[in-house]
C-alpha cells in the first residue's frame, strides 16, 4: 500500500461524478487517459469508505489536464461546477442530517452559521481525504487553510488553481449564507505555500 495521501473511494468515486456532470463521461475519461490513470475509465472506485490507492495526485493530474486543454479561465469554470457537484453528492447522501443542521442554523446569527458549517466541512473533508483542515475567523473574515489539497499536488503554477475546492466551499456555505459569499484562494501550495489557504468574505443582502 502507498504511503502517499489517499482518499477513500467515496471521494475520488464523488470527483469522477462530479466531472461525468459537468463535461460527460467521454470528457472525463479522455482526461484520465492524458493523465496516465486510464484503468479508472469505466472503472470508478466503489462508493465505500476504504482507501485502496485512491491517491490524491489524482485529482491533481486530472485538473492539471482540464487546465492544458481549456486554459486557466476555461479550467476555472469547469472545476468549481466539479466542486460544487461534490458537495452536492455529498449533501444528497447525509440529506437528513443537513435537514436537521438547516433547521438549527435557522435560529443562529449569520457568522455563527458559517462557522457551524465550515467546521463540519472540515471533519467530513478529514474524514475521506487525507488532508488536515484549519478553519479560522478573523473579525468578519474566514478562512479556511488545508494542508494535503488534493488539487495541487505535485504542480507549480504561477497563480492559485484550487478552483474545484472554492466551488466546493461555495456549495456547502450556501444553506448558511444564500450564496452571498466572495471566496479568494489567497495562498495556493501550487505557488510554493505550505498550505492551500481560502478567505471567505460575507456579503450579506
Same mark, same amino acid.
Given at each position: 500500500m502507498s504511503g502517499e495521501p489517499q482518499a477513500t473511494g ?24 492524458? +493523465? ?113 489539497c488534493p488539487y495541487c499536488v505535485d504542480w507549480k503554477n ?8 472554492? +466551488? ?38
Open positions: 467515496k471521494a475520488y468515486r464523488a470527483f469522477l461524478l462530479g466531472l461525468d456532470d459537468v463535461i460527460g463521461a467521454h470528457g472525463t475519461a479522455m482526461l484520465l487517459r492524458r +493523465g496516465g490513470i486510464a484503468q479508472y475509465i469505466g472503472n470508478y472506485p466503489p462508493n465505500t469508505e476504504e482507501r485502496n490507492g485512491y491517491l490524491l495526485r489524482y485529482f491533481s493530474r486530472v485538473t492539471q489536464e482540464l487546465f492544458d486543454i481549456y486554459g486557466a479561465r476555461g479550467a476555472r469554470a469547469i472545476v468549481q461546477r466539479v466542486g460544487r457537484a461534490q458537495a452536492s453528492r455529498g449533501l444528497e447522501e447525509s440529506a437528513a442530517l443537513v435537514s436537521v443542521a438547516r433547521a438549527a442554523m435557522k435560529l443562529m446569527p449569520l457568522q455563527q452559521r458559517v462557522t457551524m458549517v465550515l467546521e463540519r466541512a472540515g471533519r467530513a473533508l478529514q474524514d475521506q481525504i487525507d488532508v488536515v483542515v484549519r478553519a479560522t475567523r478573523d473579525h468578519d473574515l474566514f478562512y479556511v487553510e488545508i494542508q494535503h504561477d497563480t492559485p488553481v484550487c478552483f474545484a475546492m472554492i +466551488g466546493f466551499l461555495h456549495r456547502v456555505l450556501q444553506r448558511a449564507t444564500g450564496g452571498s459569499e466572495t471566496i479568494e484562494e489567497v495562498e495556493c501550495c501550487a505557488k510554493g505555500a505550505a498550505a492551500c489557504r481560502y478567505r471567505i468574505t460575507l456579503n450579506p443582502e
